[in-house]
Structures are given as structure tokens and as C-alpha cells.
């Protein structure tokens, strides 16, 4: 595991660490900085998120208030109320919504331009994603869990740990979410045309990441097999669910250790896809 | 006449232009069915935790996502890639547009009617046909003619908030998904009974916006039942004048955003 | 075909003024433009970036409407009369395409004679003018989004024709283009030109079009008229002047003169020199200096509209 961090890490293959780490958080940072010159975007879109935190909010809260023991799924009201307003906050620090800048710059050929670069692609589109995750944080996560926190009663953690590992998740989320759309833009490399892909990623990463409704809704054997076979689960469910501290301490390390794997996973995917791509690139003139 | 067959060209012309992308075609299609099959699965989702929502069974609630959802459906169709409008006038597109002998906004749907939401609608329609069989109303010269209305004013409805919305892009070129709380938060405010939500959220969108009229009340209507928040049941007839209500209002903030436009140029 | 009345178009743009406060400032793009250009003319509108050039031809073509003053395109009122101008008018916006980007050219031209609603006939005429005069055929079938951007501008001109305008505006239609697209273009519009059919309006960065095309120039500058005349009257009025270049055998004597001109300039040990001429034919300019000096070599160089532009854009601030 750390030797495979370390490996994902370098930048620059004969670098010091040090200065692959440096590079990195320069790339970061420029991700961050980026994102804070589309405010009023970032202020549209904030308005939008509480609105549908509000729908959803109130139906959550009539199914849980028609149920017997009101607590469907095992969650109860507060618990509820606080999956959906950090849901609404979380969904654009994640950005599960379309991200088609690399399918772009295949399709046009920019991405030759990328590949001039000492530094690896996938490396640099990581570091500028965590950037604006982290701007996200700030700008996207804040003002609905405000909202949620101010209109309804949110749960607040009683576990000391909760905090750091919902922090953990999120991060690990982050990086689960952009294996995912650099996969899906990928296929740019080969299809030309990414935007069906997407299409299916933006409506596959909504729904059965749980967005629209907690998964735990769903049959048992059918959560377990999304949790278990499919990435999406670990993008949204798993920080909600830690936030909410739906489940005990052991299960929920179990399912951020899940998310973890899932994580490593798909960067090694995604860093396998793009040496073939381009290899591809190089053979075949682009 | 002639000006009818030159948008029926235009049409035309966008057809051929996606056609020319067979398979991106096929994979959008099937993903437009998708978004609004899940939709409905939402529904049944949060049916299994419940027998009631907002003290409405499935087939009720279902109805009025049936009526929302072909209405969407058939708006978004139509009108939904207005919300395109801030790239436009971004891209200058909207002066092109204005050099040209035939209205600006039939153009710029036609420029971009998507072919691929035919499906939604479609599905949409089949939604309503099956909540409709489900709840079996008691059929009355009225309630018929209600559910021929209901969906369409639904459409127009939701048509017209699209263009309001994406009109704000007149002003306001960096408004982003400012629209997408009216359009794709209306269409979900209105999927379920308007029960469920709180007084203040509630007496904005359903009775301010107007959201309650496209498919709340008049599934009231046709269930023959009373509405717990007291209005009278004709309120589900209403739902043409709400309909044409917004539209009117839609048609006056275009013409303002046009002129607007004009005067400051992009 | 075209008049303006003291056309004027202010933005209201709000500038930053503090750390928070926005302070709200009008800006004239367009200060009271008067122009009045007859049918069949050819007219250059130039002027620095931002000078106006773009926002007037959108206010003569109905896109933006004036903050005040007259204006009159094919005796119509272009705002109000939008639609009916349209059908009289031919627009082509160089970085703008008004074809269909997915569809084959020619599916394009089919298109815009639904929309102008053009007779059949008249379509097939003028489409087979354009496609000889501009060489169309070999891309007539290919889509729009893969032709290059010389071939797209050949289409861009035929689209903005087929329905037969009596006015056409360019809003720099060579920009970007090779040398061998710059100059298909320019011989069409020449062509286009000669036959007095069509008023053309022209907004170009390259002098060379203007040069090449118009006789009337207008140069606008922070949204006036600060010239409108022929090209000549633009040298008369800013005294550029033909200039006599020659390269000498012998060094030449120091307190020269040469009657009529004036020395500005001289290099390589007083071996080749140039002379503007002020008052005097190049002719007799010549004929004094080789009478005066021997010759091994000599030019006489045109003034250089680029730099009476330039000079013109520096000074034109009011």
C-alpha cells in the first residue's frame, strides 16, 4: 500500500520525492485558485443545491414520517436531514456532475500539449481535481450544510472520530470520483466521442451513488453488490453515511478502507489506460 | 407558409446534423430514457420503506409524477435546449441568429430540437397511461378532458419556465445552473404531493411559482379526492390558466431579454 | 443604401471601484457616426480594436438597437424592421459561422433558400455563379466542420449571397486566412463589386483588403468618424508622401538639395539615401539627381498606408 502510494506519487520519474511532492502541491494549489475566479457560477450553482436539498429533505422526511418506527432504512430523522444537506454539499466537492475537459482536449487535440509536459497527465489532472475539491469545500460544501443546519435539525457527530474519518472519506471520495471520470473521458481516446459515456456516468454516478435517495433503500443483496462490484457507492454514500454515523465505528472504517481500495484501484486503472492511449497517440500520429 | 417551411427546414437540418453521429445518437437516446426512468424508480424506492407519502398511496403519487414527467418530458423536447442560450450569447451565435429573416427563439430550438428526448417523452406519456390504469378513475366527461389537459398544460408550464429561466442569461451570462433550480427542481418539487413539503417551501413554489397546478391538483381532480390544504377541487382545472399564466409571463421577460440584449450587446 | 444620423450606442459597464463597490460608468462605443453611403459603393470601415467598427455594424443590421440617433439601411429601420432587412441584407461575420456545422456545404445553401424563401431559379443561378466565381465543387459534399478555414469563408460568402442582397457586410472576412484564400476572397468581392449590384461594408485589420477593394475608406476611432474619403485624400490630409530611395556610387556632398524634396534619410556612409517628395513629380525628382550625382541603383516607394493608419489611431483621440 505505502509503496504503491509512493510509486503513484512521483512526478517526475528520476525526481526526488521532494520535488514531485512540491510539483504536486503547485498543481493543486493552481486548481484551487482556478475555481475561485468562477464565483458567481459557484453562487448559481450553491443556490441550486439548496433548492434541491430542500426537495429531497422534505420527501426523506415524509417517507421516515409514515413509516412505523420512523427510521426507514435505519436512519432516523436528523440523520436523514443530515444525508441529504451534506449530500447536496458533497455532490460538487465530488463533482459527480459532467467533467469533460479531458474528452475535450482529446477530441480537439490538445491533449498532445499534455504529453509535452514533464509532468504525467494523470498526475496533473489529479493534483488540479484535488484543488478544486478543496475549493469546493469551502465554496459548495459550506452554504447548504448552513442552510440544512438553520431549516432542519442535523445530527450532530457523538462519535470523537467521526469528524476526521468523514474528512478521510471525503478525500478518499474525491479521488474515487476522479478515477472515474478520467476513465470515462478516456474513452475519448478510442470512441473520438466521449459524451455518451458521460451521459451514462452522470446518470449511473446520481442514482446508484446515492443522491437521489440512500441505497440502503434499496433490496440488501442489491446495496451490497453496488457497494462490493461498483465504485459509485464510495463516492457519496460512504462520507454521507459516515457523517451521519449511520452504521458502528467498525463497519464504518470497513466501508472507508472499501472506499480506499476502490480508490487505488481505479488510479492504477486509469494510469494503465492512459500508457496505452498514449502509446496509441505516439504510434498512430494522434 | 413559407415562413412555416422554413422552420420545418430548419428542423429538418438537425436532424440530419445528429444523424450524422449514428452511434452518439443511439448511446443519448438510450441515456435520455435512462434520467427519466429514474425518475420513476426514485419513487418506487422510497415505497418500499412506505405505504404512504404525504398520506397519498403509490398509484396516487405515482400519477402525479406520471402528469410531471410526461409534461417535462414533452417541454424539455421542445424548448429545453433554450437553457443553451447563455453559450449562445457567449458565442455571439445569437447575432447570426438575429441577422436571419424568421423569429430568434423558433430558430434557436430548432437549431438544436433534441431528437433523442423524443424517447423521455414517450416514456413519460407511458408512465401516466400506466398510473392512470392503476387508480382507475371514475371517468367523467371533465376528468377526460383533464387528462388530455393536464399533461399538456404540465408542458407548457414547464416550457415556459425553461425560457424564463435561461432568459436570465440576458443579464446574467455567468448564471450557471441558476435555471436548473426551476426547470429540474420544479419538475422534482412537483413529482411528489405537495404535502410533503414545509409551509414556507411550500407556499413558495406550489402556490407562488405555481408548481402545485401542473400535476398536484389536477391528480386530485382525477382521484376525485379532496385536498388536505383545503382547495377547492376545482383548483385542478386551473391548471391550463396557470399554464397559460407563466406562459404569458415567459413571452414578456424573452421580449425584455431580447431588447435588453440589443441594447447591450454581449 | 445606408445612412446614419449622429449614431450613438453607450454601454452601461460596472467597473470595480474599492474592494466591494462597483461603480456603474457609461461608455460611448459609437459617438454620433454620420455616414451616408450610396448603392454600389465599396466602403472600408476601419479603426483599432475596440474602436466601435464591430458595434455599429451590428446596430446597421438590426442586432443591437441605438442609444440614439438615426439610422437607415435599405430605407428600414434595422431594429424594428428586422426581419424584413434581413432578407435585403447579406451578413458575413469572419469568427462566426452561419453554416451548419454537421451538414454537407451544400445542405447549408438548400437550408438558407428555405429561410430566405428564394425561387428555386433564382437559388440555382446565384449558387452556380458562386460556386464558379469561388470554387466550390471540390468540397460542395464535405461537412462544414472539416473544411479548412478557407474553404469555410467561400462558404460564408455564398451563404451571405444566395438570397441576393443589395447590401453585404464583412466583419473581417480575411482574418485568419492564407495568402491564397486572402487573395480568392479579395478577387471575388472585387468582382462582386465591379458589377455595382451590391453595397459592400468591409471591417478589416488588414490594410491590404482596403487597398485592394475600397475606394471610400472610413476610419472610426474611440467610436468617431476621424476620416471618410479615398485612400488618396487620407495621404493628402496626413501629408504622406511618395519617398525616392537611391544608392549612390560617390558619397553624397554634404548641403545637398534637391529642389522640391526633402532629405529624411541617410546610411551607409552617405551611399544610399532617401528623399521624401513634397511639391515635385518622381520624374523630375529623378532627373535632378542624376544630373547631381552618380547612380548606381534607385526605387520610388509608395507611402505605406499602415503607417498612416497607425499614426492615425495614435492622434485620433479627441
Partial sequence: ?286 | ?266 | MIKTEDLRKDFAVRVKSGRFRREKRTVEAVAGVSLNIGAGEMVGYIGPNGAGKSTTLKMLTGVLSPSGGQVEVCGLRPVPQRTKLALRIGVVFGQRSQLWWDLPLGESFALLRHIYRVPAAEHRERLRRCRELLDLDGFMDTPVRQLSLGQRMRGELTAALLHGPRVLFLDEPTIGLDVVSKQAVRSFLAELGGTGDVTLVLTTHDLADIERLCERLVVIDHGRVVHDGTIEALHARYGSRRSLVADLSSPLPEGFELPGATLIGVEADRHRVTFALDGVTAGAAVADLVAAVPIRDLSVVEPDIEDVVARLYVSGAP
Fill in chain 1, 1 to 286: 500500500m505505502a509503496g504503491k502510494d509512493a510509486s503513484v506519487l512521483t512526478i517526475s520519474p528520476d525526481g526526488p520525492l521532494r520535488g514531485s511532492i512540491s510539483t504536486f502541491g503547485a498543481l493543486v494549489g493552481s486548481g484551487f485558485r482556478r475555481y475561485t475566479t468562477y464565483r458567481q457560477a459557484t453562487i448559481a450553482g450553491t443556490f441550486t443545491n439548496i433548492v434541491f436539498g430542500y426537495v429531497r429533505c422534505y420527501v426523506l422526511l415524509a417517507v421516515a414520517a409514515s413509516t412505523l418506527d420512523g427510521r426507514p432504512a435505519g436512519y432516523d430523522t436528523e440523520q436523514l436531514a443530515t444525508y441529504v444537506w451534506l449530500g447536496q454539499g458533497l455532490l460538487s466537492v465530488v463533482m459527480l456532475w459532467g467533467w469533460a475537459e479531458l474528452a475535450e482536449r482529446i477530441r480537439t487535440g490538445d491533449v498532445a500539449a499534455d504529453l509535452l509536459r514533464p509532468v504525467p497527465p494523470l498526475m496533473a489532472y489529479l493534483a488540479a481535481d484535488l484543488g478544486r475539491a478543496g475549493h469546493g469545500m469551502i465554496t459548495r460544501f459550506v452554504p447548504p450544510v448552513l442552510v440544512g443546519a438553520l431549516c432542519f435539525p442535523l445530527r450532530l457527530p457523538t462519535r470523537w472520530q467521526t469528524v476526521p474519518l468523514f474528512l478521510l472519506s471525503v478525500l478518499i471520495a474525491v479521488v474515487v470520483s476522479f478515477g472515474c471520470r478520467y476513465l470515462v473521458n478516456a474513452t475519448a481516446y478510442w470512441l473520438h466521442d466521449a459524451r455518451g459515456p458521460i451521459m451514462f456516468w452522470v446518470l449511473g454516478a446520481g442514482v446508484l451513488g446515492g443522491l437521489y435517495f440512500p441505497l440502503r433503500l434499496l433490496p440488501d443483496w442489491l446495496a451490497v453488490t453496488l457497494w462490493l462490484g461498483t465504485p459509485l457507492p464510495s463516492i457519496l454514500q460512504t462520507p454521507l453515511d459516515v457523517a451521519a454515523e449511520r452504521d458502528g465505528p467498525g463497519l464504518q472504517l470497513a466501508l472507508v478502507a472499501l472506499q480506499g481500495c476502490w480508490a487505488v484501484a481505479l488510479l492504477a486503472l486509469a494510469a494503465l489506460v492512459q500508457r496505452r492511449a498514449e502509446r496509441r497517440l505516439v504510434v498512430q500520429g494522434g
Fill in chain 2, 1 to 266: 407558409m413559407g415562413e412555416l417551411r422554413a422552420y420545418a427546414a430548419l428542423a429538418g437540418a438537425q436532424a440530419r446534423s445528429v444523424f450524422s453521429y449514428r452511434s452518439s445518437f443511439v448511446i443519448e437516446l438510450v441515456g435520455n430514457v435512462g434520467a427519466t426512468v429514474f425518475d420513476v424508480l426514485t419513487v418506487l424506492v422510497l415505497f418500499r420503506a412506505t405505504d404512504r407519502i404525504g398520506g397519498f398511496t403509490l398509484p396516487e403519487a405515482l400519477l402525479m409524477a406520471g402528469i410531471t414527467s410526461a409534461g417535462f418530458a414533452l417541454a424539455d423536447f421542445v424548448v429545453g435546449n433554450v437553457d443553451r442560450l447563455k453559450t449562445y450569447v457567449r458565442a455571439g451565435t445569437l447575432d447570426a441568429v438575429l441577422v436571419r429573416p424568421l423569429a430568434a427563439l423558433p430558430q434557436l430550438l430548432l437549431m438544436d430540437l433534441p431528437i433523442r428526448k423524443l424517447v423521455r417523452v414517450v416514456f413519460g406519456f407511458g408512465v401516466l397511461a400506466v398510473a392512470i390504469g392503476l387508480n382507475d378513475p371514475d371517468w367523467t366527461p371533465a376528468r377526460v378532458s383533464l387528462i388530455v389537459l393536464a399533461p399538456l398544460s404540465c408542458a407548457v408550464f414547464m416550457g415556459s419556465i425553461f425560457v424564463i429561466s435561461a432568459s436570465l442569461a440576458f443579464w446574467w451570462v455567468d448564471s450557471g445552473e441558476l435555471g436548473s433550480a426551476f426547470t429540474y427542481g420544479g419538475k422534482d418539487f412537483a413529482s411528489y404531493p405537495i404535502t410533503v413539503y414545509g409551509p414556507a417551501f411550500r407556499g413558495l413554489f406550489a402556490y407562488a411559482l405555481g408548481f402545485a397546478f401542473i400535476s398536484y391538483q389536477p391528480a386530485l381532480a382525477l382521484l376525485g379526492r379532496a385536498d388536505p390544504l383545503g382547495l377547492p377541487s376545482w383548483a385542478g382545472f386551473a391548471a391550463p390558466v396557470a399554464a397559460f399564466a407563466v406562459a404569458a409571463v415567459a413571452a414578456g421577460v424573452w421580449r425584455t431579454g431580447i431588447r435588453h440584449y440589443r441594447s447591450t450587446g454581449s
